[in-house]
């Protein structure tokens, strides 16, 4: 398994994907594909998660935006969502 070297330099082991499906609920398997692809970290994935669900804008607020993966992540959560919501009309 992959590891990722932290700030300390400790590792921190590659997301699984069931750490994903854990922070971000049931995707479709092509959504876990492209995320898990990205390597993101915990930490990465728990920023995406609480954007995604809608606390991004008090976490904006407060000079915190997303970038890096985590924004990438929530990129690929809210593509699906659109598609979503335009399949259903």
Request: glycine letters at 6%; aromatic letters at 2%; hydrophobic letters at 40%.
């Given at each position: 398994?992959?590891?990722?070297?932290?700030?300390?330099?400790?590792?921190?082991?590659?997301?699984?994907?069931?750490?994903?499906?854990?922070?971000?609920?049931?995707?479709?398997?092509?959504?876990?594909?492209?995320?898990?692809?990205?390597?993101?970290?915990?930490?990465?994935?728990?920023?995406?998660?609480l954007?995604?669900?809608?606390?991004?804008?008090?976490l904006?607020?407060?000079?915190?935006?997303?970038?890096?993966?985590?924004?990438?992540?929530?990129?690929?959560?809210?593509?699906?969502?659109?598609?979503?919501?335009?399949?259903?009309?």
């Amino acid at each position: 398994m992959a590891r990722i070297r932290t700030n300390a330099g400790e590792p921190e082991p590659a997301v699984s994907q069931d750490d994903l499906l854990r922070l971000v609920g049931d995707i479709d398997e092509r959504r876990v594909f492209d995320i898990l692809a990205l390597n993101p970290t915990i930490a990465e994935l728990e920023q995406a998660a609480l954007w995604a669900a809608g606390d991004g804008d008090i976490l904006a607020k407060g000079s915190h935006p997303l970038s890096g993966r985590a924004a990438e992540i929530l990129e690929i959560l809210a593509t699906d969502d659109e598609e979503e919501k335009s399949q259903s009309r």
